[in-house]
């Protein structure tokens, strides 16, 4: 127990974060909690419990990120695992189907190992490059063709969705360029999910009290374009004020900030476009009041390799 | 010792394997909890079925539930049969009844009647993936020679896809264990507690 607590340097920016995180949760609930005593509805309920699950899902984040590095890894690979398995659970694939599966997860701990290890060039070219490749090649080998098409376009896009995209949340932990010159990748993490979630909220609180025009009618009901641009305004304003978790100045903090929240939208959209594919409202209901694992990882899917990407150029031409 | 080694395997292995590598929800299991004798009936599709029901199943009476097993397939070798014995805690009894001195549902009923629990598979072997085939009538025979006994639906759904019929590798698959209430039967007619037991683990279907 020692040990893994003796790796805790909690910077100064990482404590506050935790405190506001704290206090946003704190806040939520006793206002939920008071609004439904006066008024008691439908929504008010929904809002508890998806409180509740965030209370959970907060406090694991939390102490995966203060604790041993190790140990954040093995939790942000059970997270992927959990999103594959999701997946495959939701869209029906075919038998022969298995034993590829079986690889697929294989490269869960692959590609976190590489996360570890900081091999960047192999890390980033594992999945994009070398599985695109051999699952498809190992789907020919079971030998069965019918509907092959299908099961080749699924399985590297979750594998990119669900691995390599949450894999650079990973990759940002001990990566060395993220933490040297006062930059504390552990920092940058933090940042990146607390913007992340923020959008998703601020997206869902303007379009449920603004809400009137849809932006995409067909797919998902519940977007609507005052959602869309409150949340990105909202986002890019409360990056500007969380800006002291990274190393960059106020106009490149706007613009991640509004282009994570972006980003985070078409997550969003694209996951709802498949569970409408499948006629699912949720992928599982694994989290209370939020639905699956992948319900709520949508987002952060499509954000952290962007998020990645953008605060290594900017530090590199720094 | 045989109720530590079966707590072991069951209560803290497997239980934990398929909670957080399988995905398997159990869902109202709690309703076993403060019952001392029951008989479980369940779909059954995979081998993976009776792992997920023992390790259900309280700790405290672990050793007390004996999955029923076909002798011919299970007993082959020696071997086999013993760990069926020790590990699984089965009991092996033989398919047809065509021996007087053997008769599977005499075995089955001494087991019940020396208050021991037992885990049925009424529609008799593994079916086709997912299609619930009728119930077999050694199930209602022995029902109507124990009227008391709770008998307990169980709905397996979709835990056979992470050990299909004819596979070796365990993939994780979202599934999960359903368990029903006890199935209160109206009439002992040997045709009405089939369509009562099987309508009762129907029910579970969502």
Redesign the interface.
């Known amino acids: 127990m020692n040990k893994i607590f003796n790796s805790i340097d909690l910077i100064p920016e990482i404590q506050w974060v935790i405190a506001i995180i704290l206090m946003i949760l704190v806040i939520a609930t006793t206002l939920f909690w008071i609004w439904g005593m006066i008024k008691p509805s439908k929504l008010v309920d929904e809002m508890q419990i998806r409180t509740r699950s965030w209370w959970i899902m907060c406090s694991i984040f939390v102490f995966a990120s203060v604790v041993d590095p190790v140990i954040t890894y093995l939790a942000l690979g059970f997270l992927s695992?959990?999103t594959l398995?999701?997946i495959?659970?939701l869209l029906s694939l075919r038998?022969t189907d298995?034993?590829v599966?079986?690889f697929c997860?294989l490269s869960i701990p692959i590609q976190y190992f590489l996360a570890f290890k900081g091999y960047y060039t192999l890390f980033l070219i594992f999945i994009p490059v070398f599985m695109f490749i051999i699952i498809p090649f190992l789907l020919v080998l079971t030998g069965e063709t019918k509907d092959i098409i299908r099961t080749m376009c699924i399985l590297p896009t979750s594998l990119m969705l669900g691995v390599f995209g949450i894999s650079h949340l990973a990759l940002l932990i001990n990566f060395p360029e993220m933490n040297s010159n006062g930059v504390s990748g552990k920092a940058l993490l933090l940042f990146l999910i607390f913007i992340t979630e923020a959008n998703d909220i601020m997206q869902f609180v303007w379009g449920k009290i603004f809400g009137k025009h849809k932006i995409l009618p067909k797919v998902s009901p519940n977007k609507t374009w005052e959602g869309f641009i409150g949340g990105v305004i909202s986002t890019a304003i409360i990056g500007y004020f969380m800006g002291f978790l990274t190393p960059l100045n106020s106009w490149q903090l706007i613009l991640l900030s509004g282009s994570i929240a972006i980003f985070g939208f078409m997550g969003d959209a694209i996951m709802s476009a498949v569970k409408r594919d499948f006629g699912v409202k949720d992928m599982?209901n694994a989290i209370p009041g939020h639905g699956g694992i992948l319900d709520r990882v949508d987002s952060l899917s499509t954000t952290a390799s962007p998020f990645f990407h953008m605060i290594y150029f900017i530090i590199l031409s720094a | 010792m045989k109720k530590i080694i079966l707590i072991i395997i069951y209560s803290v292995f497997w239980r934990n394997f398929l909670k957080i590598f399988i995905g398997l929800s159990y869902i109202n299991n709690k309703s076993l909890k403060n019952k001392k004798q029951f008989i479980l009936i369940a779909n059954h599709n995979s081998h993976m079925d009776t792992m997920a029901i023992m390790s259900a199943i309280p700790s405290k009476y672990i050793h007390k539930v004996h999955p029923i097993a076909a002798v011919d397939f299970f007993g082959g070798s020696t071997v086999k049969k013993f760990l069926m014995r020790y590990l699984v805690n089965a009991t092996l009894i033989k398919r047809d009844r065509n021996d007087p001195n053997n008769d599977p549902i005499d075995s089955m009923d001494k087991m019940v009647k020396k208050s021991r629990s037992l885990i049925l598979y009424p529609e008799g072997s593994r079916g086709t993936a997912g299609v619930m085939t009728n119930f077999k009538k050694g199930l209602a025979y022995l029902i109507q020679r124990n009227q008391d006994v709770n008998v307990i639906p169980v709905y397996l759904e979709n835990i056979y896809k992470t050990l299909p019929k004819g596979k070796k590798l365990i993939l994780p698959y979202n599934c999960s264990i359903r368990f029903g209430d006890p199935i209160k039967f109206e009439s002992y007619e040997l045709e009405d507690i089939l369509t009562t037991s099987e309508k009762a683990l129907k029910k579970l279907i969502i």
Do not use: I, T, V
């Open positions: 695992f959990l398995r999701e495959y659970s038998e298995r034993s599966l079986f997860y599982s």
